[in-house]
Nanobody, 116 residues
Framework: VQLVESGGGLVQAGDSLTLSCAASGSTFSIVAMGWYRQAPGKQREVVAGITTGGGTTNYADSVKGRFTISRDNAKNTMYLQMNSLKPEDTAVYYC??????????WGQGTQVTVSS
């Protein structure tokens, strides 16, 4: 599966931003998708995940109530709506897709920078 993220950019604290992840290739095999992020000097961390079947979602505690993950299976696209952004949300955001064999593919990442 090939994944392409878009929607990153430079915003101010308190602003909103929506990231998109377009999947192509063997999309029929995807069972779950997610967003990870990596800030400078820090380890990559999970942000949110969603199953493609029932749409079950989960979030990191740091983004609960501010971020919303969703997907449009017909468009093979996943979204991350980010509200009330904070400077600590600054990171490269990566899209992932896990297939029914347990393989996880990654996108190239999109930069999100939140200024204070």
């Amino acid at each position: 599966v090939q994944l392409v993220e878009s929607g990153g950019g430079l915003v101010q604290a308190g602003d909103s931003l929506t990231l998109s992840c377009a999947a192509s290739g063997s999309t029929f095999s995807i069972v779950a998708m997610g967003w990870y992020r990596q800030a400078p000097g820090k380890q990559r961390e999970v942000v949110a995940g969603i199953t493609t079947g029932g749409g079950t979602t989960n979030y990191a505690d740091s983004v609960k109530g501010r971020f919303t993950i969703s997907r449009d299976n017909a468009k093979n696209t996943m979204y991350l709506q980010m509200n009330s952004l904070k400077p600590e949300d600054t990171a490269v955001y990566y899209c992932t897709a896990r297939n029914n064999l347990g393989r996880t593919d990654w996108g190239q990442g999109t930069q999100v920078t939140v200024s204070s």
